[in-house]
C-alpha cells in the first residue's frame, strides 16, 4: 500500500502518469530529490500563465527566484512535504482555492494527520506523490494527483478548473517525470564508464 493511499483514500478527482527507468529505487528517489523543477521551460511557461492575474495585480510571485529542486519547491511554494518513505516514495500536498483567480486562500497544513482530517467547506486538497516502483531492470516511477473537494460547492468550481489544466498538468508530469528519467539513467552512464 502506497503512502499517498492512507493520506488521502477518497478524492473526485485523479491524475496518474508514470514511466520506467532505467536504474536503482536509489538513484531515482535521489534525482528526484535534487531535480531542478524550473529547467523545464514548459514549467516556466505554464506556471508564468498560472501566475499572470497576481502578478498584473501586483501580488507578487507563486515561485521564488533561481533553481528550484523538488525540495525547495516543497519548502519555498504553499506545498508541504507530507511523508516520504526513503527509495520508495515521497508525498506532499496543499490545501486552497486554486479554481479562483488569485487561488483564493491557500492554507500550508506541514502535520500529516491535520492534512488527512482536514474537511473545512470551501477548499479542495490536493495530495500527491513520487512512487518507485521496483522491478526485473529498473523502476517503474509514477506521480500521482488526488484532489478531493470538501463540499459540493467547491467541487463544482475545481471541476470546471480542473478541465481547463488537467491536459496541461498531465503534460506538465510528464515532462517532469522524463527530464527525471534522462537524469537518473545519464548518472548510471557515467557511473559505468
Request: proline share 5%; charged share 30%; glycine share 6%.
Given at each position: 500500500?502506497?503512502?499517498?493511499?492512507?493520506?488521502?483514500s477518497?478524492?473526485?478527482?485523479?491524475?496518474?502518469?508514470?514511466?520506467?527507468i532505467?536504474?536503482?529505487?536509489?538513484?531515482?528517489?535521489?534525482t528526484?530529490?535534487?531535480?531542478?523543477?524550473?529547467?523545464?521551460?514548459?514549467?516556466?511557461?505554464?506556471?508564468?500563465?498560472?501566475?499572470?492575474p497576481?502578478?498584473?495585480?501586483?501580488?507578487?510571485r507563486y515561485?521564488p527566484d533561481?533553481?528550484l529542486?523538488?525540495l525547495g519547491?516543497?519548502?519555498k511554494?504553499?506545498?508541504?512535504?507530507l511523508t516520504?518513505?526513503?527509495?520508495e516514495e515521497?508525498?506532499?500536498?496543499?490545501v486552497g482555492?486554486?479554481?479562483?483567480?488569485l487561488?483564493?486562500?491557500?492554507?500550508?497544513i506541514?502535520?500529516?494527520?491535520?492534512?488527512?482530517?482536514f474537511?473545512?467547506?470551501?477548499?479542495?486538497?490536493?495530495?500527491a506523490?513520487?512512487?518507485i516502483?521496483p522491478?526485473?531492470?529498473?523502476v517503474?516511477?509514477?506521480?500521482?494527483?488526488?484532489?478531493?473537494a470538501t463540499?459540493?460547492?467547491?467541487q463544482?468550481g475545481f471541476?470546471?478548473?480542473?478541465?481547463?489544466?488537467?491536459?496541461?498538468g498531465?503534460?506538465?508530469r510528464?515532462?517532469?517525470?522524463?527530464r527525471?528519467?534522462?537524469?537518473?539513467?545519464?548518472?548510471?552512464?557515467?557511473?559505468?564508464?
Amino acid at each position: 500500500m502506497m503512502l499517498l493511499d492512507q493520506i488521502q483514500s477518497k478524492y473526485q478527482f485523479q491524475q496518474v502518469r508514470s514511466s520506467y527507468i532505467r536504474a536503482s529505487p536509489a538513484e531515482v528517489y535521489r534525482t528526484i530529490w535534487d531535480y531542478p523543477i524550473n529547467e523545464s521551460i514548459l514549467f516556466k511557461v505554464l506556471m508564468g500563465l498560472r501566475n499572470l492575474p497576481a502578478r498584473l495585480l501586483g501580488r507578487g510571485r507563486y515561485l521564488p527566484d533561481g533553481e528550484l529542486t523538488v525540495l525547495g519547491w516543497l519548502t519555498k511554494t504553499h506545498f508541504t512535504l507530507l511523508t516520504e518513505k526513503e527509495n520508495e516514495e515521497i508525498v506532499f500536498g496543499l490545501v486552497g482555492q486554486f479554481w479562483k483567480p488569485l487561488y483564493g486562500q491557500i492554507l500550508k497544513i506541514p502535520e500529516v494527520d491535520k492534512f488527512r482530517e482536514f474537511e473545512e467547506p470551501g477548499y479542495v486538497k490536493t495530495a500527491a506523490n513520487f512512487y518507485i516502483e521496483p522491478n526485473r531492470t529498473g523502476v517503474r516511477l509514477s506521480i500521482e494527483v488526488r484532489i478531493f473537494a470538501t463540499d459540493k460547492k467547491a467541487q463544482r468550481g475545481f471541476s470546471l478548473y480542473w478541465k481547463l489544466i488537467e491536459p496541461l498538468g498531465g503534460w506538465l508530469r510528464a515532462d517532469m517525470i522524463n527530464r527525471i528519467k534522462n537524469r537518473a539513467e545519464r548518472d548510471i552512464e557515467k557511473l559505468r564508464r
